[in-house]
């Protein structure tokens, strides 16, 4: 249950009731002061309507109607404290399953878009683990969420690994994964002194990927890349090529309607003569030149304006793309993608969206402002509030600033297996029976790929951060094994209860007798569903990460806890009859909280550690 939202409602309506209405704040109260929630209601009451403070606040503690597992409220001073109703709070937690943010609509998020010639190392990642994150919450919160892999197949680099191919006499013989074969040809190129004179040959093989001659390569380096994807759980809903969104006119039809703006122009003299310009000084406000060229005078398009097209296809704006089946995902369902043979989406199937989230590194700030100021251009103020760039910053290595290109990089497909391996090593050197497992794979599979997720989400997108593959594995810290260390160990309380015989649905729980430590354990465990509404709210799902970390440091604490004699405080299967099922419905329900904050997250939980 969502505490806070119900006790904002109940200060709310006390607070009409006394003809001054509120947008109440409420906080979880510091642990040095009383009660477990307050709230600062009467200051801002006192503010807008007079009064003192401290008499208004005691007028709404005899006001308030205190919502279901609260037992009572205080006035101290200014501020209001209410105090949990242990016993019915933990119940309640227990009893009830989690209540999602309710929302609809459909939610276009672009993420992955790799250029089609090398391997994904672990910048990429980032990117790839943090929009297969925001559609998971998103879906979750009760939106459709569609994912799009943007395809540059007509680009330099996906032209350059191609040359370097025929350049150098390369054949793929089967026995290195396409995508790494094809990127030490990339690097190769770039590192060749004599590059400056293959220029020509580079532009002709750039010629025939816009002419689509190429494109069967191109798709085998993608479903190369997308092998790796799927590795670390991600998947998609539909690729959109470049070449498809040049060839479908998509430029042009944005045009079209940016044209009827009263914020575009095409000037007749000046240094914009004979461009068509578009000024963002309404929407992009501070800008030392406003104007933006969108076709320049000899006709060629800049590149934003394909860009400003494919977001208003997102955005439903107007049609114009055929699709066909691509190849299946790792769950049996059709990944679609753009293509000039395919059908018209005569279903509206694709786009439509209400919003649009595009997961792109942070260099691209400028152009994804551009963009969503273009449908405000557009008249679509409606779209351009939800046009929302995903911004993020870089992962370094070892200090170093990844380069593809310098082959300075770490391949996400290398990383993962060294994450699982040396993860499960280090367990097994602790635990040697776990060597010996039939699922010992599976389980340093969930060790690596959970490693490595949780690596590219535990800071804000804003921050960059320097890879280490030693911290990502560890068990201690700020780390996936150590959240999932903790949700095993909540695994095997309930089986050893089981074993013995013990409920752990809450059967034969005596309530009454939750003592406050558990209070503090299932407080966290109800905050799921406020975490995942904030990170909608943010479009950022690092906020679930930091949940879920601290989710286990709870766990970790109260299952240490000791009394003031220095004894454990909280041995499930050793407490009295009553509270043992009390606390054994709590950990089951903390069990639960873990496999779906994780889930979220894309994290699995080993079967053992």
């Given amino acids: 249950m969502d505490l806070k939202a119900q006790l904002k409602r109940a200060v709310e309506d006390a607070a009409a009731q006394l003809g001054m209405p509120v947008d109440a704040a409420i906080q979880e109260t510091p642990t040095s002061k009383p009660g477990d929630y307050g709230t600062p209601a009467a200051f801002q009451m006192a503010k807008s309507a007079g009064g003192n403070p401290a008499q208004i606040a005691a007028q709404l503690a005899q006001t308030v109607i205190l919502p279901a597992g609260f037992k009572r409220v205080e006035a101290a001073g200014p501020f209001l404290n209410f105090f949990l109703d242990g016993g019915v709070f933990v119940q309640d937690v227990v009893e009830r399953p989690f209540e999602m943010p309710a929302l609809s609509g459909k939610v276009v998020i672009e993420h992955t878009s790799v250029n089609p010639n090398k391997e994904l190392h672990v910048g990429h990642l980032r990117n790839v683990v943090l929009g297969d994150s925001m559609a998971r919450i998103f879906r979750a919160a009760g939106y459709t969420v569609e994912v799009q892999n943007y395809i540059d197949d007509t680009g330099r680099q996906a032209a350059e690994s191609l040359y370097a191919m025929q350049h150098y006499g390369r054949s793929w013989d089967g026995a290195q994964k396409y995508d790494h074969w094809l990127g030490e040809g990339y690097v190769r190129l770039n590192a060749d002194p004599m590059k400056p004179e293959l220029e020509p040959g580079i532009r002709e093989v750039m010629h025939k990927l816009e002419v689509g001659a190429l494109r069967p390569l191109v798709e085998q380096t993608v479903k190369a890349q997308l092998d790796t994807c799927f590795r670390v759980g991600a998947t998609y809903d539909l690729l959109v090529w470049e070449s498809d969104v040049v060839g479908s006119g ?212 804003s921050r960059s951060f320097d890879f280490d593959l030693d911290k990502v594995i560890a068990l201690g810290g700020d780390t996936a094994p150590y959240i999932q260390y903790a949700a095993v160990r909540a695994g095997s309380i309930l089986r050893k209860a089981q074993e013995a015989g013990y409920a752990t649905d809450g059967t034969g729980a005596d309530w009454d007798a939750v003592p406050d430590i558990d209070l503090m354990l299932a407080k966290q465990v109800a905050k799921l569903p406020e975490v995942v509404a904030q990170a909608v709210k943010v479009h950022s799902p690092h906020g679930v990460a930091q949940y879920a970390l601290d989710l286990a440091t709870s766990f970790n604490a109260w299952f240490n806890a000791k009394d003031r004699q220095g004894k454990p405080a909280t041995n499930v299967l050793l407490s009295d009859p009553g509270l043992r099922e009390a606390r054994l419905a709590l950990v089951g329900r903390l069990r639960v909280a873990f496999e779906e904050t994780l889930s979220l997250i894309g994290i699995e939980i080993p079967a053992a550690m």
């Fill in 250 to 461: 998509f430029l042009a039809q944005a045009m079209n309607i940016l044209e009827g703006s009263e914020y575009t122009s095409s000037p007749q003299d000046g240094k914009f003569a004979g461009a068509f310009v578009m000024d963002v000084s309404s929407f992009m406000p501070g800008l030392e030149e406003p104007n933006v060229v969108l076709r320049r005078s000899d006709g060629t398009a800049m590149y934003v304006a394909k860009d400003i097209g494919y977001q208003f296809w997102k955005f439903g704006l107007f049609e114009g793309m055929r699709f066909r089946p691509f190849m299946s995902a790792p769950d049996g369902r059709a990944i679609w993608t753009s293509a000039p043979d395919g059908e018209p989406d005569t279903a509206r199937r694709f786009g439509h969206a209400a919003e649009v989230i595009n997961v792109i590194d942070s260099r691209q700030k400028h152009p994804q402002m551009l963009v969503r100021s273009s449908l405000g251009v557009a008249g679509q103020r409606a779209s351009e509030e939800r046009s929302v760039h995903l911004s993020y910053e870089f992962v370094n290595l070892g200090g170093q600033t990844i380069s593809g290109r310098k082959g300075i990089t770490l391949a996400v497909d290398h990383a993962l297996e060294e994450a699982g391996r040396r993860g499960f090593a280090e367990l097994s050197a602790k635990n040697p029976e776990l060597a010996q497992r039939a699922d010992a794979p599976e389980i340093a599979r969930r060790i690596g790929v959970g490693a490595l997720r949780f690596a590219m989400l535990r800071n804000e997108p």
